[in-house]
């Protein structure tokens, strides 16, 4: 309760009006103080000067008799608008008093907010103080200030002497005051009031109560902790708190330990973010909630790095804070967090390049969050199991950092160069990858790979022979990793006593990738520099060697072997003899060209290099019983060449007329000084075959006296059908065979096609005919076909049912314009007269048959009475085939 009273100043003879304090609001606190505002009004329309003013704070304490209101001798107020030091200065003077008779001036701060009316005729000036700040607190009156009478409102002495009065003309009616109550106990609620007391030492009217409490301590459960990043000896992290109203949070401690039995607690204080942000507004006191119109409590970060801790472990964290008021009662729940994983076992190992004394293997590793991988180790097997190989090379993209400069899980190919290796060795290899947390649990899947080795033996050469000259060429694949740098070739005469010499090879060209050869030498340097660099990609090569020099007619023997890096081959190829001579080489390369009815035509190739005189003539044999045997009246010519020093031929063997007979050919080549040492290998052909049987064969269209039938016959290779044989017989008992009748077989579509046509003519009506045939060509007749009946067209038959419909007209009807002509058995009438009969029936029209005319008569001795085609539906312009009409007058019916 708020009152307050005026007197009249003996003194100076002023009045003071009573006031009355009123809207008391509970506005901060920090630890140990609380502070209210309150408003002091005049009581009536008389203003009162606030330096005549003295107000009381009692507190409302719970005793063993009750509760009862206790004054506070601590506290003290001032205007809204100043500062409790200002205050004190402007109600006593001091340190400058003012001179007799000059009244001392509210500031304009303190005047607006009072809401101050001053006199027209007079002016103060204002000098502007601090408000309260943001926690509620108001600054401490200055060092050597002497509060006045009102400014102690624990006393209740009379008001200051008359230097503390104000003018009537700076009388106020309402003024907004602040009350700071210190020396209270933290964590506490408390209610409190305001009174007046005026020169006669008597209460007054009070304020309304205000339920008011002290700053708390931090709480744990308002503790938001956010773990931003690990390493594997660190985690970071950060808690967000709201500062409790007046009582800023001063430390936050996070406690640590490895997550097991036995294990101590360990502690890190966290640093606050200079700049703190506004929380929901309202006090906390106890479990209810006060709503104030101070400004809400601020939410500070505090950020810590936890470190020295152990790779791929578990911690237990949990948080509390201290402020003025203490520590926080309880840590927040345990949180359970762990350093960074040690890393999974590498993945995906291929070996890419293969060398004689080292190999490269790619591989896949994933970086654990916060600890990328940066070691390596491998293992190699041996006779004892895996053991380390230490001379090893290992190249890792770089590890990427995210936004905020922490690694996250992440996958990175990596190449594992292997030093040290023998060559032609097996190995099997594993790896294991390492980074700050430890050695992944377990090694990589084992991969294995062969280092190179020395090259394989040849397997074949082909040999130009000449007078005095042999040319020897060959293709080879290079191993992997170790391209071939020598092939040598040796050679001898092919006798007893004869010497091995040998020849240095040159390549001449290699083949490319997509199945090209280039005989440039840039492009085979390059391709041997590419094998050897990359070691993965296989490359072939063609070889030559040039023997010039040797004896005539004398056989030689030839073999060839190669050396890499490695070493030289294991073996020399096959030896291969071959005989310097005059006569052509070996004709290769003899197959059909194509097939005739009495030969097949042939293609053989035969070289001419070195000096050899040309061919100029091509020999013929076939197998026969016994021997060989020379086929005459051979006709060959000589062809465009598809490849230099190489004459390609045509040749026209005449073998008879013998279709399924298999021919065994070979060729001899010949020039000036004879046939050739070898002949081809042997060629196996035939003539042409017979043609198949007829297939497919149906009936395109059917007539009275005639058949048209279509079928399929392919044409032999080198013999086209000429003509077909065609026989048919009737579907009766002692029917014979017998050629038909028929017009000449052709194509349907011309020359080339394999589909026929015939018509089978002077056949009977409404008969079935069994018909079957065969292809002749220049070979012979084919054999005959399958036997396919058809039916030749017959008589007209009635459709049924219904039967034939008589019935008689009551009505006439007009004969149609359009009818034919009637029989001359009986004229047709101009109309039809009532009680005519209309006859309506329907025939079938024989395939390639139709019905031409239709008559009608009454009774065996009545006329015949031709019917017209028309529809049953009258009205019906164009008449339905098939259906019949016939008109009997009533005088002939």
């Known amino acids: 309760m708020l009152g307050c009273m005026s007197s009249r100043d003996k003194s100076k003879g002023v009045l003071a009006s009573s006031v009355t304090p009123s809207d008391l609001v509970f506005v901060g606190r920090t630890a140990d103080s609380v502070t209210v505002e309150f408003t002091l009004q005049a009581a009536g329309k008389v203003p009162f000067d606030p330096q005549t003013v003295s107000c009381c704070v009692q507190q409302l304490e719970e005793g063993t008799f009750g509760n009862s209101w206790a004054s506070l001798h601590n506290a003290r107020w001032h205007p809204a608008g100043m500062s409790a030091g200002e205050w004190a200065v402007t109600a006593t003077g001091c340190p400058q008093a003012p001179s007799e ?34 926690a509620g607190k108001v600054p401490e009156a200055a060092p050597g200030a002497l509060p006045s009478s009102g400014s102690n409102l624990g006393e209740a002495g009379s008001p200051s002497s008359t230097a503390g009065l104000v003018p009537m003309a700076q009388a106020l009616s309402t003024l907004r005051c602040v009350a700071i109550v210190p020396g209270l106990k933290p964590e506490r609620g408390y209610v409190f009031r305001v009174l007046s007391r005026g020169d006669t030492k008597e209460m007054h009217s009070t304020s309304a109560e205000v339920k008011c409490c002290t700053s708390d301590r931090p709480k744990a459960d308002a503790i938001n902790t956010v773990f931003l990043g690990r390493t594997a000896h660190t985690l970071e992290l950060f808690c967000d708190m709201p500062d409790p109203e007046g009582a800023p949070v001063e430390h936050c401690e996070v406690q640590y330990r490895i997550d097991s039995l036995m294990s101590g607690w360990d502690t890190l204080l966290l640093q606050p973010d200079p700049e703190p942000r506004p929380a929901r507004s309202g006090l906390a006191c106890g479990r209810k909630r006060i709503e104030t119109t101070v400004p809400p409590a601020m939410v500070r970060r505090w950020r810590g790095k936890i470190s020295q801790l152990e790779g791929n472990t578990g911690y237990r964290i949990r948080t509390h804070a201290f402020n003025a008021v203490g520590w926080s009662i309880d840590f927040t729940p345990e949180l359970v967090r762990s350093t960074s994983d040690r890393p999974p076992a590498p993945e995906q190992l291929v070996c890419l390049r293969r060398h004689p004394t080292s190999a490269t293997v790619s591989f896949q590793v994933e970086d654990p969050e916060g600890a990328p991988i940066h070691t390596f180790s491998a293992s190699m097997h041996g006779v004892m199991g895996y053991s380390a190989h230490s001379q090893c090379l290992f190249n890792i993209q770089p590890a990427r950092p995210g936004v905020d400069d922490r690694y996250p899980r992440q996958n990175r190919r990596a190449l594992c160069i292997l030093e040290g290796l023998q060559p032609e060795t097996d190995y099997c290899m594993k790896l294991w990858a390492q980074n700050d947390a430890g050695f992944s649990k377990t090694a990589s899947l084992p991969v294995q790979f062969r280092t190179a080795k020395r090259p394989l033996a040849l397997d074949a050469m082909h040999v130009q022979v000449g007078p005095r000259s042999l040319s020897v060429e060959w293709e080879h694949r290079d191993p992997v990793g170790a391209p071939i740098t020598r092939f040598e070739l040796e050679y001898c005469k092919d006798s007893v006593f004869s010497s091995w010499e040998s020849v240095e090879a040159k390549p001449i060209a290699v083949m490319t990738a997509t199945g090209e050869t280039s005989v440039e030498p840039a492009a085979i340097d390059a391709a041997v520099v590419v094998g050897q660099v990359l070691g993965a990609t296989v490359s072939v090569r063609q070889w030559r060697v040039q023997l010039d020099g040797l004896d005539r007619e004398t056989p030689y023997q030839l073999r060839a072997r190669a050396m890499n890096c490695v070493g030289w081959a294991p073996s020399y190829s ?16 003899l197959a059909c060209q194509s097939r005739l009815p009495g030969g097949v035509w042939l293609e ?77 290998l042997p060629c196996a052909c035939m003539t042409s075959d017979r043609p198949s049987p007829p297939a497919k064969i149906f009936c395109a269209s059917r007539l009275p006296h005639a058949l048209h ?23 009766a008992a002692f029917s014979s065979w017998a050629p038909a009748f028929a017009t000449d077989t052709i194509r349907r579509g011309g020359a080339g096609d394999e589909n026929w046509q015939a018509v089978l003519e002077q056949l009977d009506s409404a008969a079935l005919y069994r018909v079957c045939m065969r292809a002749v060509s220049e070979v012979g007749f084919s054999d005959w076909s399958p036997e396919v009946v058809f039916e030749t067209s017959g008589l007209p038959q009635l459709l049924g049912p219904p039967p034939p419909l008589c019935r008689r007209l009551e009505v006439a009807l007009p004969v149609p314009t359009s009818a034919p002509a009637t029989s001359s058995l009986a004229p047709a009438p101009a109309s039809v007269e009532d009680g005519s009969y209309l006859v309506d029936l329907q025939l079938d029209d024989p395939e390639g048959a139709p019905v031409l005319a239709c008559m009608v008569r009454c009774r065996d001795s009545g006329p015949w009475i031709l019917a017209r085609r028309q529809a049953l539906t009258p009205g019906t312009p164009v008449p339905t085939m098939g259906h019949w009409r016939a008109v009997l007058p009533l005088n002939q019916a």
């Open 709 to 731: 039938l279509e079928w399929a016959a392919p044409d032999p290779e080198g013999a086209p059908v000429w003509r077909f044989e065609v026989q048919c017989r009737k579907e």
């Open 101 to 134: 008779g000059a009244l001392p001036a509210l500031p304009a701060s303190a005047l607006a907010l009072a809401g101050a009316v001053p006199s027209s005729s007079s002016s103060t000036s204002a000098a502007a103080g601090p408000s309260v700040d943001a």
């Open 604 to 680: 053989v190739s035969v070289d001419e290099v070195l000096g050899t005189a040309p061919v100029n003539g091509i020999i013929v044999e076939r197998s026969g019983t016994l021997s060989w045997q020379e086929v005459p009246d051979v006709e060959f010519t000589r062809r465009e060449a598809q490849a230099p020093n190489v004459s390609d031929w045509d040749i026209y063997v005449p073998l008879g007329i013998n279709p399924g007979a298999v021919h065994e050919l070979r060729v001899w080549a010949s020039n000036v000084f004879g046939r050739c040492a070898k002949p081809s």
């Open 574 to 589: 096959p030896s291969i003899s071959a005989r310097t001579c005059d006569r052509p080489p070996q004709p290769v390369g």
